[in-house]
């Protein structure tokens, strides 16, 4: 019997994975405007060649890192009346978090100013949030339905992380899912917008 060869990752991947973990820290912590290819560097303990050689530009690495996967439920295995405050829960779950929290907010920040983080949040939304939508039954206009939802959603994450509007911050998280819920709701079902 053949032994088949297994494909193996390259030597690099490593310091690619520590490069890009780094980013993704430093992002968060700085925003995009004060993150150096110098800090992610110092942060992965490689020299900041290593960063050009694997990344290409500040943009580039900010597009890999800025990459973040929504993890959303699965509706199909919801009914139909769970489905809005599970979406609620999830996302205010998401920004709140400590792993994926920091680093939506700099997105968030960062796509005010700069088309490269713009466009890694629209297609953050546009490819995950729509295939959910899709999945949902009986969804009318799905693509409306996932705008709008994205458009709460992002605009109520601006006015707490990013506007810091006091009455908006001071809401718990579970003021924020019975909010959010009917709205997401709404929204699913566009029938009258």
Not at 73 to 90: F, K
């Amino acid at each position: 019997m053949t032994d088949v060869p297994t494909a193996t990752p390259p030597r690099s991947q490593p310091t690619r994975d520590r490069i890009l973990e780094a980013a993704r820290l430093v992002f968060a912590r700085e925003g995009y405007e004060r993150a150096t290819v110098r800090l992610v560097a110092a942060e992965a303990a490689v020299h900041p060649s290593m960063i050009t050689r694997y990344y290409g530009t500040k943009e580039h690495l900010f597009a890999l890192a800025a990459r973040i996967d929504l993890g959303l439920p699965d509706v199909t295995t919801l009914e139909r009346d769970s489905i809005s405050p599970a979406l609620a829960r999830h996302f205010v779950d998401l920004w709140e978090g400590p792993g994926t929290g920091g680093r939506l907010q700099a997105l968030l920040r960062a796509s005010v100013s700069h088309e490269a983080a713009r466009l890694a949040l629209v297609a953050m939304f546009d490819e995950q949030v729509l295939a959910t939508v899709r999945r949902i039954a009986g969804v009318s206009r799905p693509e409306r339905s996932a705008a709008l939802i994205a458009s709460q959603l992002l605009g109520i994450a601006f006015s707490r992380y990013v506007a810091r509007i006091p009455a908006v911050e001071a809401l718990s998280a579970d003021d924020l899912v019975a909010a959010l819920g009917p709205t997401i709701r709404q929204y699913i079902e566009c029938r009258d917008i």
